[in-house]
């Protein structure tokens, strides 16, 4: 099966700062891959899918890129309401895995 | 409004069994692949079980193989996890997802989940 990894782990950034993630597969997925936010106690929210296609009312500070087997997300610029964790999950074929999480929050 | 509604949850001593349900409204039941997604307490997510549309076909992560079965009801719109031989390492939160076709296994609605606990 395909493995999927996070980097950093966790991170703590100011507002207004420019933010980072990294996800990579162990095999090359195309651009199967979708990113959500999962704010503490609360429902994972499907940020991004397709690897770069912003999903429906997501905020355009949130953007993706990537192809293969390594990805990003980015926050252009932090605001307190995205303290949360985030993961990274590939579906071009099962199973679905999802990364270990990256979590971020405000220095 | 896409609602899933997740129920059946609760606590139970290992080796038991417990059966999951999942009330969706608000689409069109019978044209979207669902699927079980799991969160451990104060860990990652964990993707159980999958279902296509036509409920033809069906995935199982390797934990859980031979223990979980899924299935769906087309007259109650309703999707299911059959859940036997519980182990302590099961003890998590159950999460019902939907996905964005018939097919793909990403999630664009997700359940509040329901709770189970394996324990003696």
């Known amino acids: 099966d395909i493995q999927m990894t996070q980097s950093p782990s966790s991170l703590s950034a100011s507002v207004g700062d420019r933010v980072t993630i990294t996800c990579r597969a162990s095999q090359g997925i195309g651009n199967y891959l979708v990113w959500y936010q999962q704010k503490p106690g609360k429902v994972p929210k499907l940020l991004i899918y397709a690897a770069s296609t912003l999903q429906s009312g997501v905020p355009s500070r949130f953007s993706g890129s990537g192809s293969g087997t390594d990805f990003t997300l980015t926050i252009s610029s932090l605001q307190p309401e995205d303290v949360a964790t985030y993961y990274c999950q590939k579906y071009n074929s099962a199973p679905p895995t999802f990364g270990p999480g990256t979590k971020v929050d405000i220095k | 409004e896409v609602q899933l509604l997740e129920s059946g949850g609760g606590l139970v001593q290992p080796g038991g069994s417990l059966r999951l349900s999942c009330a969706a409204s608000g689409f069109t039941f019978s044209n979207y692949a669902l699927s079980w997604v799991r969160q451990a307490p104060g860990k990652g997510l964990e993707w159980v079980s999958c279902?296509?549309?036509?409920?033809?076909?069906?995935y199982y992560a390797d934990s859980v193989r031979g223990r979980f079965t899924i299935s769906r009801d087309y007259s109650k719109n309703t999707l299911y996890l059959q859940m036997n031989s519980l182990r302590a390492e099961d003890t998590a939160i159950y999460y019902c997802a939907k996905g964005p076709s018939g097919y793909e296994n990403y999630f664009d609605y997700w359940g509040q989940g329901t709770l189970v606990t394996v324990s003696s």
């Open positions: 279902i296509n549309a036509s409920g033809t076909t069906t």
